[in-house]
């Protein structure tokens, strides 16, 4: 495979191109890792509350990391993949992803009184907040940055998009052990990081299909907000009862069909394209 994302914008040769780094864009990303050394270092005491505190700080934390790695992605001749393409189809695309993200959200326990939000309605915007710079921050790393790579050293291997999608989502689930340093129990760590492994590759899956890193930084974001919004500003009791089990369980296998098919239907787009250059 010759050409990324259906267009030929950058060589896929990584060792034969030219980084260029212009002097605002050192500037630019100087300055911002000045700003990530302060912000993780410095107590700014900028609200009473330390949740509020912790959000606010990783929110602008993210933010700074995110666009450091943008501007040297740009600067490497990778500006296309942050462009927004066809944003109507490709949203219509994402629908049966976006349904997985809003039931993530305990519904059942919620409308039977079992989940209730014990914070101040103003912290759910500020988590909802948090969730988007986490979208944006994760997605740049995994599906920008490492799928990209890995596509760039696999392509001419056999399979070698199915590696990559599979070798970027194990590198996004095992990240999530590190969720053990902040209190969460194995069980929950490993299970965390078993659907995360297979929520990455649908995601990576749609981002290759959609070639929008945008809509899938708001996969991501919608996933975590519905998923843990109630947890972490509230209380939930009894959260898979037996129907929300059944709900999931087949939403799962309609996306994980889904996700296929688009990846099926995409690798023979690819395969076409490649015969037309023989």
Known sequence: INIFFN????????????????????????????????????????????????MVTNAILRILGGV????????????????????????LIIIPALIISINNF??????????TLTDPVYRVYLFLIEC?????????????????FLLEKLEHQKN??????VFSSMLFGFIHVFNLYS????????????YS????????????????LWLIMFLHATFNFFGQVMFYLGHVNG???????????????IAAAYSTRLYINMNNDWLIQERHQV
Request: aromatic fraction near 14%; charged fraction near 15%.
């Open 197 to 212: 492994f297979l929520i990455g590759m649908m995601w990576a899956v749609l981002f290759l299909k959609t070639r929008n």
């Open 7 to 54: 267009e030929r914008v950058v060589s896929m040769n990584a060792k034969n191109r030219n980084i260029t780094i212009h002097t605002y864009q050192k500037i630019i990303v100087v300055f911002m890792i000045v700003l990530m050394i302060i912000f993780s270092f410095v107590d700014f005491h900028l609200f009473d509350n330390i949740k509020d505190e912790t």
């Open 160 to 165: 070698g998009v199915l590696l990559s999608i």
């Open 132 to 148: 988007l710079t986490i979208g944006f921050f994760e997605e740049i790393i995994f599906r920008a940055m490492i799928l990209l």
């Open 239 to 253: 959260r898979y009862d037996i129907y929300t089990i059944v709900m999931t369980s087949l939403f799962a296998l």
């Open 106 to 115: 305990p519904m059942i326990a919620f409308f039977d009184g079992r989940a």
């Open 183 to 194: 209190g969460a129990g194995i069980a929950d760590t490993f299970l965390q990081m078993g």
């Open 68 to 91: 450091v790695i943008i501007i040297i992605l740009v600067a490497l001749g990778y500006s296309n993949i942050f462009r927004f393409k066809s944003l109507g189809k490709s949203f």
